[in-house]
């Protein structure tokens, strides 16, 4: 479902809120800066704090209370992110491959 379409500017209003600045610290203090809070998943790049449930125009126009509450953000990095709202798995991250001894040397088998 499209969340704005032409009424962009509400939201981009909204993340500019003070209110909203200050919920999104506390959470990324909340999740230490980990994708999805995982601990071994430290962002070093840009921080996204996600709406678990999508908001809608009605949500800010009426200062809805889950827009502001913690309990229902997470952090991410933009990939995840983009997983999550275009549903396209191969956009998370992976566990590294587990390594073998000539596993690069078919004829080492």
């Known amino acids: 479902q499209e969340t704005f379409g032409f009424d962009r500017y509400l ?3 909204f993340y500019k809120d003070p209110a909203w600045r200050a919920v999104r610290d506390h959470v990324i203090i909340r999740d230490n800066g980990c994708d ?3 601990p071994d998943r430290e962002i070093h790049s840009k921080i996204l704090v996600h709406h678990m449930n999508p908001i809608t125009q009605e949500d800010i126009l009426n200062r809805s209370e889950f827009i502001l509450d913690p309990e229902y953000l997470i952090c991410t990095i933009k ?17 590294p491959i587990e390594r073998s001894k000539n596993d690069t040397c078919p004829w080492r088998r």
């Open 36 to 38: 999805l809070a995982m």
């Open 79 to 95: 990939n995840t992110h983009d997983a999550i709202h275009y549903g396209d798995d191969d956009l998370l991250l992976k566990d």
């Open 11 to 13: 939201n981009q209003i």
